[in-house]
């Protein structure tokens, strides 16, 4: 497959960012072309990133709790720019009963604590398209 | 024993051992020695010293002569969410449950110094702490909780002048005057840029806010601990035990020269600062730290600093149990997780404890949950005997070595640090972030190739349900908040914010003006903290990170 180019980023006010740095880098050494955005990025920020950088993945981070509200947000946000094939998922701390709303809303995948770093990246295998 | 003996004595015992370990071998990937003797301490191990006696120089065994012996740690939870009024009734419960001090969590937005009804703060308002917008939230926080009676810590760096400031001023409304009031702020600028993001300013305005805090309290409120130089976040940002303490105290290091730098004289306002560790997975490691961490402050303060006051040595900590060691796999066994910090954190001598839920690898912790960690604590203190004798690991061979391996490593990262120009030139390098994500990476990498279990993460795992009764923080709270706000707006004296707002805005552009008391004017009027710190982001700027990985 062709060069796949990771966005991680962590919308809203969360600094948490041990694991999206632990997950960007392990994306890294599997191979694929990592970004992380840093810490405190709007929506707005998140989705001009992932055109600017043409980017086949965008991996939310978010330990907060606000991911209901900006998990969807940054997947409208991209359908307005017309990243319509951009894989999102998110990960964090993320109460099993949220899941569903975020997958309904366009999250194809939500990792929560304990996941291996290596079903994330076979997760990207499978459904990106690149 | 002579030690020649005792040296020929474990020549043979490791012969006989290493015989026996291809019909009988030993775990992969340990790291202590097999067996710790005498000949670990050396032969010039002075008591003296190295240990001395708690309570003096230089603070290894405690920094109390009678540590629990006289009163059990401060059991301090940590406890905040949705509004001032969901919390405030926690806070009752807490105290009326056998807590014996307060710790506010408060909101993303409040720590970063928004109003609940920016559109910075969307999602944001009362989920990880409890959303404080003016001096008319913070009554309602501390409503029939007499200040003169409790202490309180609070989890605020970037505004933390402002929520001092709100303290101070629901604390004048009870009639209690600022000399009696007794608590903390984190108020650790440093960390926020290395590990944990809650940064509003630059670095050069920030530590004026701190150094302008200590020198407003050493005058006016002098049992307040003007700051918790935390290694808490950084270890929970994945660094090793070493590096927690290390990175720590070169960041306490950078406020003392700082301190001076403003003039201040070190005994002064040393005798405040307070420092805030984790209580990890490993017991005796995290106990060696401990006490390492006392031993090298002490020397710091004395030798570097040229501190004549005992109290300006003494490295007093809170402790947290590590949140990050938490699995959602099996939550119940955390339970048991947490017990075992505990004991780390209560061998290894806090002064205060937060002892986490075992829920909050899923969410904010319920009041079950909650009660349960609490009554941990109590547990440790009134039965199991760890708190019944100062110091009770000193001179176990192991404890003892490892608290030399530990103290050895954090010199040479404080060496490494001072050659770079100190922990803020550090921290602007990417130096210390790299530490840690280094560590973080590893520890995973360790996970993920099963070098390092986990139950119920990568062995002993089970299909289960996932839990119920969860706390969950209604969307509505934001909504609550921007009412408040809008009301608020209405019914103050908006001439009288204006002024104060205007009079913080002029002395901030002055270095040499001191900004509580301009802080507590504008908190008085109710001018909120989203309006005193744009004021402040407008003289100062904001900190632009630099990103590594």
Known sequence: MANIRVLVAKPGLDGHDRGAKVVARALRDAGFEVIYTGIRLTPEQIAEAALQDDVNVVALSLLSGAHNTLFPKVVELLKEKGLTDVLVIGGGVIPAADIPGLKAAGIKEVFTPGTPTSDIVKFINENVKA | ?549
């Not at chain 2, 629990?68 to 806070?91: D, H, L, P």
């Not at chain 2, 702490?129 to 970037?158: C, H, R, W, Y």
């Not at chain 2, 990417?430 to 139950?455: L, T």
Request: net charge negative; glycine share 8%.
């Open chain 2, 1 to 549: 024993m002579a030690f020649e003996d005792i040296k020929a004595g474990l020549d043979k015992f490791n012969a006989g051992v290493e015989a026996k370990l291809a019909k009988a071998p030993e775990r992969a990937n340990l790291e202590p020695n097999r067996l710790y003797t005498p000949l670990d301490l050396g032969e010039d191990f002075d008591y003296v010293t190295k240990l001395g006696f708690p309570g003096e120089y230089p603070f290894t065994r405690g920094v109390q002569p009678t540590m629990y012996r006289g009163r059990f740690w401060t059991m301090r939870m940590y406890a905040g969410f949705s509004t001032a009024k969901a919390s405030n009734e926690r806070y009752r419960y807490l105290l009326a449950n056998g807590g014996s001090g307060l710790s506010c969590a408060f909101d993303l937005p409040t720590q970063i110094g928004y109003d609940s009804d920016d559109p910075m703060a969307e999602g944001e308002v009362g989920k990880v702490g409890v959303a404080i917008d003016s001096l008319a939230d913070m009554e309602i926080l501390f409503d029939q909780i007499p200040l003169d009676k409790v202490s309180t810590s609070m989890t605020i760096n970037a505004p933390a002048s402002v929520l001092l400031a709100m303290y101070i001023a629901v604390a004048e409304k009870q009639g209690v005057t600022p000399d009696k009031l007794r608590g903390t702020i984190q108020n650790d600028i440093l960390k926020e840029y290395a590990a944990r993001g809650t940064y509003i300013f630059p670095p050069k305005p920030s530590m004026r806010l701190i150094t302008n805090i200590f020198e407003y309290c050493s005058k006016n409120v002098p049992q307040w601990n003007t700051i918790s130089i935390s290694g808490y976040h950084i270890r929970e940002a994945g660094s090793t035990a070493a590096q927690e303490i290390a990175f720590t105290i070169a960041d306490g290091i950078a406020y003392v020269e700082a301190a001076i730098k403003a003039g201040m004289d070190v005994d002064a306002f040393a005798g405040r600062l307070s420092f805030f560790w984790n209580a990890h997975n490993n017991v005796l490691e995290e106990v060696a730290k401990f006490r390492a961490s006392r031993r090298v402050w002490a020397k710091v303060m004395k030798e570097r600093f040229g501190a004549k006051k005992p109290k300006s040595m003494m490295l007093r900590v809170h402790t947290q149990t590590a949140g990050s060691m938490l699995t959602a796999q099996q939550p119940n066994n955390n339970i048991v997780r947490v017990a075992l910090q505990t004991a780390a954190a209560v061998m290894g001598g806090t002064q205060s404890l937060h002892t986490n839920s075992k829920d909050e690898a899923l969410a904010l912790p319920t009041t079950e949950s909650v009660t349960i960690a609490l009554r941990t604590q109590q547990i440790v203190a009134y039965e199991s005997g760890l708190a019944d004798t100062v110091d009770p690991l000193g001179g176990s061979y192991y404890v003892e070595a490892l608290t030399d391996k530990i103290e050895k490593e954090c010199w040479a990262y404080i060496e490494k640090i001072d050659e770079l120009g100190g922990a803020p030139e550090a921290i602007h390098k990417g130096y210390i972030q790299r530490e840690i994500q280094d560590s973080a990476y590893k520890w995973q990498m360790d996970v993920e190739k099963g070098n390092r279990i986990i139950v119920g993460v990568n062995k002993f795992t089970q299909e289960e349900e996932p839990p119920k009764n969860l706390l969950r923080v209604d969307a509505s709270v934001g909504v609550e908040q921007a009412a408040r706000l809008k009301e608020l707006r209405a019914k103050r004296d908006n001439d009288a914010v204006k002024a104060n707002l205007a009079a913080l805005e002029k002395a901030a552009a002055d270095e040499n003006e001191n900004l509580m008391p301009y802080i507590l004017d504008c908190v008085r009027v109710y001018a909120t903290e989203g309006e005193i710190c744009g004021v402040l982001r407008k003289v100062f700027g904001e900190y632009q990170a630099h990103t590594t990985l």
